[in-house]
C-alpha cells in the first residue's frame, strides 16, 4: 500500500487574487465553495505549481503575480509523506517570466525535483472541449501524463521541438546536408525519446483500465497514438525507431523545405480516444458523457501514477461536481475515498458536496480571503 501523503499547511503570498493567505488542513479532502471570482480556481492553480511546467491555466508567471503588488509571489507547502514533513516552495520576482523552486529551505537544481515528493493531476473547465478540439491539445493533455509518470519527460519534449526548430532553419537556409544530417541525428534521438515514452505510459494506462472495465460509475476510455509512419509498422526499440524517423526525414527534405516545417513526426500525431465499451469515438458524446469520460481518465490516470511512481497523487477538481447527477456524484466521492488520495474540490453551491460529510474540510472563500468552516 502506497503511504497516503497531504498538504498539511499552505501559503500564498501575492498569488492572482491573494494578497496573503494560509490555511491548515489535515488528510482529509478540500472542498471549497464561494462565489465567482472568489478565487478557488486561484488556489488550485497555487497548488498546481507544486508540479513542473506553469500550472492548470498554463499561464506565464508574470500573469500570477497579483496585479498591483510588488512583493514577490510565492506558493508554499508542508507534505506529510509519511517519513516526515518536507516543504515545498515556488514563486518570482514581479515581471520575471522564471520561478525558483525550495525544498526544504534550499534552492532545488530543477523544477523536477518536486516530483520526488508530489504529484498533481486536474480536471478543469478548460479540458471539457479535449476530445473533439485540436490535435495539439491531446498531445499536450498526454505529454502532461506521461510528465507524472516520467518527470524528464517534459524536458525531452522540450529539447526535441528545440532541434525540430533547429532542423527547419536549416532547411530554409539551405543549410549544408553535414548539418542537416546531423541535426536529424539529434532530432531522431529525442524524437524515439518522446515517442517511446508516450507509447509506454499508454499501454500502462490501458492495461490498468482493462482491469476495472466493470466498474461502470464513468465509462472507461480506450486510447491509442495514430501511427508515426503511414506505411509502416513502428519498431519497438529505440535504436530501430531512431534509425526509420532519420530515414523519413532524410527522404522528406525536400517537402519539407517546401512545406516551411517538418510534416512527420511525434509532434503531428493525434491522440485517438474511444468509449472502451462501446468502441464509439469520445468526442461523439453528449456534454456529460464526455465529463464523466474524463473523470474516468484522470480516476485511472491517479491509480497509474500511485502504482508506477509510488506516489499517491493530489486530484484537483475543478466545478467537476455541478456536472454530475446525484449518482454519478457519489459515485465520484467514492472513487475519490477509494484512491487514498487528499482531493481539491471547488464549486459556488456546498450542497453538491452534501455527500462527502464529515470526510472533508470545507473552506469558503471569499475576495482572496480563506474562511475555514468549523
Ligand atoms: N494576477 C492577478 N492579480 C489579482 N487578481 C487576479 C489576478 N489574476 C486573476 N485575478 C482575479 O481572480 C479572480 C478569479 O478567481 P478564480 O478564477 O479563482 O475565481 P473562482 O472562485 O474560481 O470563480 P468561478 O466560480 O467563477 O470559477 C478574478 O476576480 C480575477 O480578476
Known amino acids: ?19 496573503s493567505a494560509a490555511l491548515d488542513l489535515d488528510q482529509r479532502h478540500l472542498v471549497l465553495t464561494g462565489p465567482n471570482g472568489a478565487g478557488k480556481t486561484n488556489l488550485l492553480e497555487a497548488i498546481s505549481l507544486l508540479a513542473p511546467g506553469r500550472g492548470l491555466r498554463r499561464a506565464s508567471f508574470e500573469t500570477v503575480q497579483a496585479q498591483g503588488s510588488d512583493v514577490s509571489w510565492a506558493v508554499a507547502a508542508t507534505i506529510e509523506t509519511g517519513d516526515g514533513p518536507v516543504d515545498i516552495g515556488t514563486g518570482g520576482a514581479p515581471g520575471d517570466g522564471a520561478r525558483r523552486v525550495r525544498i526544504n529551505g534550499a534552492n532545488a537544481r530543477s523544477v523536477e525535483a518536486m516530483s520526488e515528493y508530489l504529484r498533481v493531476l486536474w480536471l478543469t473547465p478548460s479540458m471539457d472541449g479535449l476530445f473533439a478540439g485540436p490535435a495539439s491539445e491531446r498531445r499536450r493533455f498526454l505529454d502532461r501524463l506521461v510528465t507524472t509518470l516520467i518527470p524528464s519527460h517534459s ?5 526535441y521541438e528545440k532541434a525540430m526548430r533547429a532542423r527547419n532553419k536549416l532547411l530554409e537556409e539551405g543549410g549544408d ?4 544530417d546531423a541535426t536529424e541525428t539529434q532530432l531522431a534521438e529525442y524524437a524515439a525519446a518522446v515517442h517511446l515514452s508516450r507509447t509506454d505510459s499508454l499501454s500502462h494506462l490501458q492495461a490498468l483500465i482493462a482491469q476495472s472495465l466493470e466498474d461502470t460509475s464513468f465509462p472507461a476510455a480506450h486510447l491509442s497514438l495514430t501511427p508515426l509512419f503511414e506505411d509502416r509498422p513502428e519498431p519497438l526499440a529505440s535504436t530501430a525507431l531512431e534509425a526509420e524517423l532519420k530515414a523519413l526525414w532524410a527522404a522528406s527534405r525536400g517537402l519539407d523545405r517546401a512545406a516551411g516545417r517538418t510534416i512527420y513526426g511525434p509532434h503531428r500525431v493525434d491522440l485517438d480516444v474511444t468509449y472502451a465499451q462501446k468502441g464509439v469515438p469520445a468526442a461523439l458524446g453528449s456534454t456529460g458523457e464526455q465529463k464523466a469520460l474524463l473523470i474516468g481518465l484522470v480516476l485511472a490516470h491517479a491509480r497509474l501514477v500511485r502504482q508506477r511512481a509510488g506516489i499517491a497523487p493530489f486530484l484537483l477538481l475543478d466545478e467537476v461536481a455541478a456536472h454530475l447527477d446525484p449518482d454519478r456524484r457519489r459515485a465520484l466521492f467514492s472513487a475519490l475515498d477509494a484512491l487514498g488520495t487528499q482531493c481539491f474540490l471547488t464549486g459556488t453551491d456546498p450542497m453538491l458536496f452534501a455527500a462527502l460529510e464529515g470526510r472533508a474540510q470545507r473552506v469558503t472563500v471569499r475576495d482572496g480571503r480563506l474562511l475555514p468552516e468549523p
Open 1 to 19: 500500500m502506497t503511504p497516503s501523503r497531504h498538504i498539511s499547511r499552505l501559503r500564498l503570498t501575492a498569488f492572482r487574487n491573494y494578497v
Open 155 to 159: 524536458a525531452a519534449v522540450a529539447d
Open 177 to 180: 546536408s553535414r548539418w542537416l
